[in-house]
């Protein structure tokens, strides 16, 4: 049995300014499809733009991991400069405002010292009422919250009760809606997850910064991360992809096909 620690003996290529090394996965030689995933490792004191930038996003799954790991993915990034909402998703975002909600933003430090308790609470309650299995636990709330680069609280209320929060990595000319929790079983009628992101997307535009980066785009489920969102794109692993009919395609075969047997180049869709 291989013994080589926990994540072994790796090497680093520079992907522009990333120090970038992968991991074998998934591999089908009936169709030479050979996985490898990519990942990305910060230094310390080193700037996280260009992590998001390649299409990278914080890991956070395995709390043993002390370095700050990024991972490749089909990442979503809107441009702030362009961004617009449609029709539908003005009316969405007014819905939720026309309750009088208030929304603040507060450096994460002062936030936790002010009320780290309270929001501790409300984040592991909120996170058991939308999964049957909760993917996020005491443990790994405060790995994520021990992270220098996640610097940003977004947070909301309603007749001063908190009702919504977003933990965000903000630097120079951009920022990470990373994670968010709300109180979908209290106020049922109101779309607080998606109001909160678009409702983050007009606060960086108003702070001048360039993109907004808004996690992973898998899955018929990611969908209302772009709906109705002007300047949205997607990184396919070699750049970004504004696209919208191309990421609405990945999108539904990411849930008709869970099984790929090969990879797109060689389904021949992966264009010229």
Not at 193 to 204: D, F, I, P
Request: some cysteine; charged content about 30%; glycine content about 10%.
């Amino acid at each position: 049995m291989y013994s080589g620690g926990l994540h072994g003996a790796r090497g680093y290529v520079l992907h522009g300014r990333v120090r970038v090394f992968r991991s074998e996965f998934f591999n089908d030689y009936t169709t030479y499809s050979f996985g490898y995933c990519e990942y990305a490792e910060r230094e310390a004191g080193e700037g996280v733009g260009p992590f998001y930038d390649a299409g990278f996003l914080p890991y956070s799954g395995d709390t043993r991991i002390k370095a700050d790991v990024f991972y490749r993915a089909r990442s979503l990034r809107v441009d702030l400069e362009r961004m617009r909402f449609d029709k539908k998703r003005r009316y969405q975002q007014r819905a939720v405002e026309q309750e009088a909600v208030e929304f603040r933003a507060e450096p994460k430090d002062a936030f936790l010292k002010r009320a780290g308790r309270r929001f501790r609470a409300d984040a592991i309650a909120w996170i058991e009422q939308r999964f049957e299995q909760a993917y996020l636990n005491d443990a790994r709330l405060d790995y994520v919250l021990g992270k220098d680069f996640l610097n940003t609280v977004l947070y909301a209320s309603l007749r001063s009760r908190p009702v919504a929060y977003a933990l965000v990595c903000r630097w120079e000319d951009g920022f990470h809606f990373w994670y968010s929790f709300y109180d979908s079983a209290r106020h049922t009628k109101l779309s607080l997850g998606k109001w909160l992101m678009g409702r983050a997307l007009e606060w960086g535009r108003s702070e001048g910064l360039r993109h907004g980066y808004l996690g992973t785009g898998y899955g018929a489920k990611s969908a209302y991360k772009t709906q109705g969102v002007e300047g949205a794109a997607f990184h396919d692993g070699n750049e970004w992809v504004s696209d919208k009919e191309r990421l609405t395609f990945l999108r539904q075969r990411d849930v008709l096909r869970p099984a790929l047997r090969t990879d797109l180049y060689k389904e021949g869709l992966y264009g010229e």
